[in-house]
């Protein structure tokens, strides 16, 4: 799977919209971007995940370049809620493989 | 909104004893996985199942784990002789098939060896 690049961290601003950046400048063509996070402790949560469209869901949206090399996930009305480690995972959208979890983004959405 | 349900939520046991984390992924998933997270660390992979048998595993996955899903709805996975740097939370996770399926995770075992 293809490697990704995030900050260690970032804060929010509760009420207006997070942007989370994630650089994949080798996902390959058949690669999905996933984007997950974990609430201190809990177990992952899936968010949302695109190929080359942009897509949104309930929980968030998902804005992925042309060429595909970086993407970024916005939360539109960050909550406190909301503050948790955000990881963004490129992978084949097979149904045996893996995520790959690297360190993740620790948001914090501040009051 | 379905859930994979994991017990216990906390397992406290001795160095050397054998402990069996127990998980009920989604009904209709086909897909199953076990994680861990050692305090402080990454999510690691453990290893992936399907149709009966093991698809894939990690490096971390030695003979001392094994996993099964003896009545088709547990998914089980075993430590037979527990080491200290085996406390960890686990995640049982299971996915269905399709492009739109993410991975669903339980809300993880915290073991701890003493």
């Known amino acids: 799977d293809a490697k990704t690049t995030q900050p260690t961290s970032m804060d929010c601003a509760e009420g207006r919209a997070a942007n989370l950046p994630c650089n994949h400048s080798?996902?390959?063509?058949?690669?999905?971007v996933y984007w997950y996070r974990q609430i201190h402790s809990q177990g992952p949560q899936y968010i949302i995940h695109g190929l080359k469209n942009n897509e949104t869901n309930e929980m968030a949206s998902l804005i992925i370049t042309e060429d595909r090399k970086s993407s970024t996930l916005i939360l539109p009305h960050a909550t406190l809620r909301d503050t948790a480690v955000y990881y963004c995972?490129?992978?084949?959208?097979?149904?045996?493989?893996?995520?790959?979890f690297g360190k993740g983004n620790q948001v914090v959405v501040i009051p | 909104e379905p859930e994979v349900t994991q017990t216990p939520s906390h397992q406290v046991t001795q160095m050397g004893q054998e402990v069996i984390l127990r998980c009920v992924p989604i009904s209709n998933h086909l897909y199953f996985y076990w994680y861990r997270q050692i305090l402080g660390q990454k999510v690691e992979f453990l290893v992936s199942?399907?149709?009966?048998?093991?698809?894939?595993k990690s490096e971390i996955f030695d003979d001392q784990f094994s996993v099964e899903r003896p009545d088709g709805s547990n998914f089980t996975l075993k430590i037979r002789s527990t080491k200290l740097e085996d406390s960890a939370m686990y995640f049982c996770?299971?996915?269905?098939?399709?492009?739109?399926?993410?991975?669903?995770f339980g809300s993880g075992t915290r073991l701890t060896v003493v």
């Open positions: 080798t996902i390959s063509g058949n690669e999905y």
């Open positions: 996770a299971s996915r269905g098939t399709g492009a739109l399926n993410g991975y669903t």
């Open positions: 995972i490129v992978r084949v959208n097979n149904g045996n493989n893996r995520l790959a």
């Open positions: 199942f399907y149709n009966n048998e093991i698809s894939e």
